[in-house]
């Protein structure tokens, strides 16, 4: 049963903040696993560009 934010007792509040917690550790694992991999290499903006177009237009 869902209670609204102000009747939450302190042990809700403490475990609604470890779970914040939790995700935020895991996404900056994520980060730094990106990070750690190294270069993606050289982007091709206009290419990426025009595949997004190309995309956005088989769609229509």
Same mark, same amino acid.
């Given at each position: 049963?869902?209670?609204? $934010? /102000?009747?939450?007792?302190?042990?809700? +509040? &403490? /475990? =609604? =903040?470890?779970? +914040? &917690? /939790?995700?935020? /550790? $895991?996404? +900056? +694992? #994520?980060?730094?696993? %990106?990070? @750690?991999? %190294?270069? $993606? %290499?050289?982007?091709?903006?206009? #290419?990426?560009? =025009? #595949? =997004?177009?190309?995309?956005? @237009? $088989?769609?229509?």
């Amino acid at each position: 049963m869902t209670q609204p $934010a /102000e009747t939450l007792t302190d042990i809700e +509040r &403490e /475990e =609604a =903040a470890r779970r +914040r &917690e /939790e995700k935020l /550790e $895991a996404l +900056r +694992r #994520e980060i730094q696993k %990106g990070i @750690d991999s %190294g270069s $993606a %290499g050289p982007l091709d903006v206009q #290419e990426i560009l =025009a #595949e =997004a177009r190309r995309r956005f @237009d $088989a769609r229509r």
